[in-house]
């Protein structure tokens, strides 16, 4: 029997928690929307969210406030990533205190 320990109390953000939709207007940068609904009473809401857009060894973060106040980026084009191929996203939910 394998028991798995979770010291950090780390929790898995479902997907329809979170939607994050491409677009890529004529002319411009890809770039990205998100929609939220997370389960904030699970989270801490002084907890800050981040959404990392990779591909390959190339990254881009963005910091979207905390959990209690959620503040979408003025600018969520991702021109410093590799594009050749699908961009991938995590989103990191982190308790700084």
């Known amino acids: 029997m394998q028991r798995t320990i979770n ?3 780390r929790r ?12 890529e207007k ?6 990205f929307d998100v929609d939220f609904s997370l389960d904030v009473q699970s989270l801490p809401s002084k907890a800050a ?3 990392e857009a990779y591909r ?19 600018d ?3 021109d410093q990533l590799d594009l050749s191929g699908p961009v991938l996203f995590r989103i990191r939910i982190v308790d700084e205190s």
């Open 12 to 23: 898995k953000i479902e997907s329809k928690e979170v939607q994050i939709h491409l677009h």
């Open 76 to 78: 969520l084009s991702l």
């Open 7 to 9: 010291h950090t109390g």
């Open 49 to 51: 969210i981040y959404i």
């Open 26 to 31: 004529q002319g411009e940068k890809l770039a």
């Open 56 to 74: 390959n060894n190339t990254l881009q973060r963005f910091c979207f406030g905390s959990v209690g106040h959620i503040k979408k980026p003025d």
